[in-house]
C-alpha cells in the first residue's frame, strides 16, 4: 500500500530566512540504492524471437490437460491429491478438474510428437511435422524414430478450461483411439456460425464440454472422449463479450505468434519404412 511521505522541511521561527521549500514531487535518494531507469524498451518491438530458434517443444514446461488412465505415474504414485481414473487434470499445477471440462479452443493442429520411452525418463522430445522425419513400424502398428522414441500422429489443441481461465493455456492432446473422435469434433468446429448464420465462427465462438467416458476394444478398457461411434463432446454455448474481452481476445494473439509446424515435404513422403523393429 502505497504511503504518502510527511513534510519534514517546516521552516524553524528562529531561522533568519525561510529554507526554499522542497520540489512537491521529489524523492531523496536512498543511500547504496539508484533509481530506476527510465523505461525505453519500444526498440524491442522490432525484434522477433532472435536467439530462441533452438529452444524446441522438448525444452520448455506447458500446461497439458490429460486425462487420468490407470496406469498413469500420478495415479500410481499417488503424487496428485484426489486425482481418480477418468478424471481431467494438468501434472505441471497439479490441478485436478473432474470427469467433465468445458473448453474454448484457440488453436489447432495436427502433427508427431515424439515421446521417449519411460525407462528413460520418459517426456515429450520433439513436435514434427506429420512425415517429416524416417520412422519405422513396430509391433501393433506403433511408430518409433531412429532412437527408438515413441512417434504419435496427434491433433494438439491450444484451449483454454472455463472457470480456470487464470492458470492460462492448455495442450489438449488427441492421439491414437482419440483420434477419431477429435476428428467429429473438428467437423462440429468446422460447421459453426456466426450468431447471425451469416459467417463462418471463429475457432474460439463454442464453449465445448467434454466428458471422460470408459471406452474398450480386445485389448482393455480406457477412459476416453467418446466410446465406439459416439463422441462425448457436446457445443454448450457461445462464449459471453465479457469472456472475449476479459481473457480469450489475449490468449488468442498469444496462439496466433505460436510458429505453425512446417508441412512435410515432398522428399519426406517415402520417410515411412513399414517393417517391425526389431527387439520392439
Known amino acids: 500500500m502505497a504511503v504518502k511521505a510527511k513534510n ?6 528562529t531561522q ?10 521529489a524523492k531523496a535518494p536512498t543511500k547504496g540504492k539508484t533509481a530506476a531507469p527510465v523505461a525505453d524498451d519500444d526498440f524491442l518491438d522490432e525484434m522477433d524471437g532472435e536467439g530462441t530458434e533452438s529452444i524446441g517443444a522438448g525444452d520448455t514446461s506447458n500446461n497439458y490437460l490429460k486425462i487420468a488412465q490407470s496406469n498413469s505415474p500420478e495415479i500410481t504414485d499417488g503424487s496428485i491429491e484426489d486425482l481418480k481414473v477418468g478424471m481431467f487434470f494438468d501434472p505441471l499445477s497439479k490441478t485436478v478438474f473432474g470427469k467433465t471440462v468445458e473448453l474454448v479452443v484457440l488453436r489447432y493442429e495436427l502433427c508427431w510428437n515424439v515421446w521417449a520411452p519411460r525407462e528413460r525418463g520418459g517426456g515429450l ?18 511408430m518409433y524414430d531412429h532412437e527408438g522414441n515413441t ?14 481461465e487464470h492458470l492460462g493455456i492448455f495442450i489438449f492432446s488427441c492421439a491414437s483411439t482419440m483420434l477419431k473422435y477429435g476428428r467429429k469434433w473438428n467437423t462440429k468446429i468446422q460447421q459453426l456460425r456466426t450468431p447471425n448464420g451469416l459467417r463462418k465462427a471463429p475457432i474460439y465462438q463454442g464453449v465445448w464440454q467434454i466428458e471422460s467416458v470408459l471406452d474398450s476394444n480386445s485389448q482393455g478398457k480406457w477412459f476416453n472422449i467418446g466410446t465406439k461411434s459416439m463422441d462425448a463432446i457436446t457445443k454448450v454455448r457461445n462464449i459471453t463479450r465479457t469472456e472475449y474481452e476479459e481473457f480469450i481476445q ?25 517393417h517391425t523393429l526389431d527387439g520392439v
Open 8 to 13: 519534514s522541511g517546516t521552516a524553524g521561527a
Open 16 to 25: 533568519a530566512k525561510a529554507s526554499p521549500a522542497p520540489a512537491q514531487n
Open 125 to 142: 522430445v520433439n513436435r514434427c511435422a506429420v512425415g517429416s522425419i524416417p520412422v519405422v513400424i513396430g509391433d501393433k502398428g506403433k
Open 151 to 164: 512417434v504419435a500422429e496427434t491433433q494438439n489443441y491450444h484451449v483454454l478450461v472455463v472457470g480456470y
Open 250 to 274: 489475449d490468449a488468442y494473439e498469444v496462439c496466433t505468434h505460436i510458429p505453425r509446424i512446417a508441412l512435410a515435404s515432398p522428399q519426406s513422403a517415402g520417410a515411412l519404412e513399414d
